[in-house]
């Protein structure tokens, strides 16, 4: 990402160059739909989740901290976007993935099953868990990036990392996804 190309396409927007915001709109949307989809686990609702991302985020562009990153501010959005998405009675509850997108960070077996099988122990972490795993495996935010995303000291960040590493292996292990 490049910051001052970022803030260069904020101003255009904010000036009423809908253009510049259709940049940001395709820079940002693989992005935000990925980690939509690695917070909810369905591909439905990570589609309506990064549209309401980028509907709130034209909305609310006049309060951007030109002095912060943009793509931190974008994945706070997204993420309290996704998480009061979540919260809403209307959520489908289907686990559907969309396998050409799941990835894996552990050694494991490379087969579809096994894929979704460590994508539901994510699903299945707590929300801070998630969070972290998600950022830094999925989204490839460095510690610091993660930190100021989600407002927490780095090293609540990889407090919080190496806790959801051991959950996700404990379920793995017990499952037979992986072996020690």
């Known amino acids: 990402m490049n910051e001052s190309n970022d803030k260069m396409l904020v101003e255009r927007t904010l000036e009423g160059d809908t253009r510049a915001f259709g940049s940001l709109v ?3 949307k693989g992005i935000v ?3 939509a989809l690695r917070m909810s686990g369905n ?3 990570a589609k309506d989740i990064a ?3 980028f509907i709130r985020l034209y909305e609310k562009l006049g309060l951007y901290d030109t002095t912060k990153p943009f793509f931190s501010w974008v994945y706070r959005i997204t993420l309290n976007v996704t998480i009061n998405y979540l919260k809403h009675p209307h959520r489908r509850f289907n686990q559907e993935l969309d396998n050409n997108i799941v990835e894996t960070t552990f050694t494991a077996p490379n087969t579809v099953e096994s894929r979704m099988d460590i994508q539901n122990a994510i699903l299945n972490l707590s929300e ?3 969070q972290v795993i998600v950022m830094k495996y999925y989204a490839g935010l460095s510690y610091d990036e993660i930190s100021e ?3 927490v000291p780095v090293k609540t960040v ?3 990392l190496f806790s959801a590493r051991q959950k996700l292996k404990e379920v793995l292990l017990k499952n037979g996804i992986v072996e020690e």
Do not use: A, G, H, L
Request: charged share 40%; proline share 0%; aromatic share 14%.
């Open 128 to 130: 801070d868990y998630r």
């Open 149 to 151: 995303t989600i407002e």
């Open 51 to 53: 549209q309401q991302v």
């Open 158 to 160: 990889k407090s919080r």
């Open 33 to 35: 739909f990925n980690v």
């Open 26 to 28: 395709k820079q940002y």
């Open 43 to 45: 591909n439905e609702d």
